[in-house]
């Protein structure tokens, strides 16, 4: 990959990287030990409406946190694999990932061509055959 491009997808994912960082403490707390975030449980009050109130958030928090810590992840790895030269590599077949795609998805780590086979399943009836 060239220098050039991997400098501006190092800008784009650090960018990404505080931004997800930023939008995690509006809904989590960083745990002691750095790495995880637990998300924020607000008291709206001693009422039972307001209980009812405080779980609905929480729940939603929860999600939140979960989805934005698993994206955060996601960056991480992907300024890591810039560091270690594994950048844009397919995790699948191992050949380079489209620039185009990873310009729109700098996250990627399947080529399009692994990205659209389909998955094989475990099914039922798969299990049943083998019988």
Do not use: H
């Not at 190092?10 to 990287?17: D, E, F, G, I, S």
């Amino acid at each position: 990959m060239e220098p050039k491009f991997l400098q501006k997808q190092t800008r784009v994912l650090k960018k990404q990287k505080e931004d997800l960082e930023r939008e995690l403490l509006q809904v989590a707390e960083k745990k002691k030990s750095g790495e995880k975030y637990e998300p924020k449980f607000i008291d709206f009050g001693e009422k039972e409406d307001e209980g009812a109130q405080e779980v609905a958030t929480y729940e939603e928090y929860l999600v939140l946190e979960k989805n934005l810590s698993e994206m955060l992840k996601e960056t991480e790895r992907a300024l890591k694999k810039i560091e270690k030269g594994r950048y844009g590599l397919c995790e699948s077949c191992k050949k380079p990932i489209e620039k185009e795609r990873l310009e729109v998805f700098p996250t990627a780590t399947l080529c399009l061509a692994c990205a659209n086979k389909p998955k094989r399943r475990f099914t039922w009836a798969f299990w049943r055959r083998g019988r």
